[in-house]
């Protein structure tokens, strides 16, 4: 068994490296982590292959790895299990769905696609927010990072993302055919990819394991930094290195 595999974070919408560096600190003696950039492309299939190609680049040209997604990541962690599957070790699902949009959902992201044209980029705003975080993070250190990251990522990168959020797939025919360690965290109080989001995606996946982890929105690395990497290392040192 490779003494240090990797480990390929995939970050969501208007999210960075800050949104992981919790857990890349926190799990850096047991495995090596690699945090893509999904902010280059308007595909989740480039973007996938944005990602493998950083895997690779860390040193994992031969071995397997293991996925860890959130939102947006997720997406990306699905196209990579479409294409690379035999390379895959393990796959974390973090707050986020199989399932494609709502026409409802995708109206939201055409318009603030066409919003954004038509003025300034804001950001996550003080109406959006609340969707993303657990109320109890909004006016603080929590709700500062995400407005931070997502003024690093910036306009053009979420017009990018959102069209490849829009062209994305179907992944729930996938979920039978996964065959690896999977596990499936969602925050309680989730209202972008609710806990009934996740437990489709568990009851889908066989042997998979089920975390909902309470007062927490939708961003747990953020919001429930402690809570999600021992969820991570316990999986890890469980269900997936013992495979390697």
Avoid at 151 to 168: D, H, P, S, T, W
Avoid at 174 to 201: F, K, Y
Wanted: glycine share 8%; net charge negative; hydrophobic share 45%.
């Amino acid at each position: 068994m490779p003494s240090r595999p990797t480990v390929l974070f995939l970050p969501g919408l208007l999210c960075d490296a800050e949104l992981w560096a919790h857990q890349v600190e926190h799990l850096n003696d047991l495995v090596t982590p690699v945090v893509a950039d999904l902010t280059r492309d308007d595909s989740i299939a480039a973007m996938a292959q944005r990602a493998a190609m950083a895997q690779r680049a860390a040193g994992g040209v031969q071995g397997r790895f293991v996925v860890v997604s959130l939102s947006m990541g997720g997406y990306v962690a699905f196209e990579l299990l479409r294409t690379v599957a035999e390379r895959i070790a393990g796959v974390a699902l973090v707050d986020t769905t199989a399932a494609p949009d709502t026409p409802e959902k995708a109206a939201e992201r055409r318009a603030g696609i066409a919003s954004l044209a038509a003025g300034r980029f804001a950001g996550v705003t003080a109406r959006l927010l609340p969707q993303l975080v657990h109320p109890d993070h909004i006016d603080g250190p929590v709700g500062a990072q995400v407005r931070a990251m997502a003024q690093r990522v910036g306009g053009e990168a979420y017009v990018r993302q959102q069209n490849a959020i829009l062209g994305r797939p179907d992944s729930r025919p996938l979920l039978p055919r996964i065959d690896m360690p999977a596990l499936v965290v969602v925050g309680a109080q989730d209202v972008l990819t609710p806990p009934a989001e996740a437990r489709v995606m568990h009851e889908g996946i066989a042997g998979s394991t089920l975390h909902v982890i309470p007062d927490c929105g939708h961003l747990p690395p953020l919001e429930r930094p402690d809570t999600t990497t021992a969820l991570l290392r316990d999986w890890l040192e469980r269900d997936v290195l013992p495979t390697l």
